[in-house]
């Protein structure tokens, strides 16, 4: 899935997500290249307690 499609999906109503290489991701997300796969998470964001969703 590209970038773009993941963004699309993560803006739907009640959810939210990010890919590894988002400037949320603390550490060396700088490794990933344009072109390489990369881990991304997809929460229903409804369902995630106040204080985890502050942390983003």
């Known amino acids: ?11 739907l109503p ?12 603390t550490g060396d997300s700088g490794s990933y290249s344009a072109t390489e796969h990369k881990v991304g998470i997809l929460y229903k964001s409804s369902r995630t307690p106040s204080r985890a969703r502050r942390a983003r």
Do not use: E, I, P
Request: net charge neutral; glycine share 8%.
């Open 14 to 25: 009640g959810y939210s997500g990010f890919l590894a290489n988002d400037a949320v991701v």
């Open 1 to 11: 899935m590209s970038t773009a499609r993941f963004n699309d999906k993560a803006q």
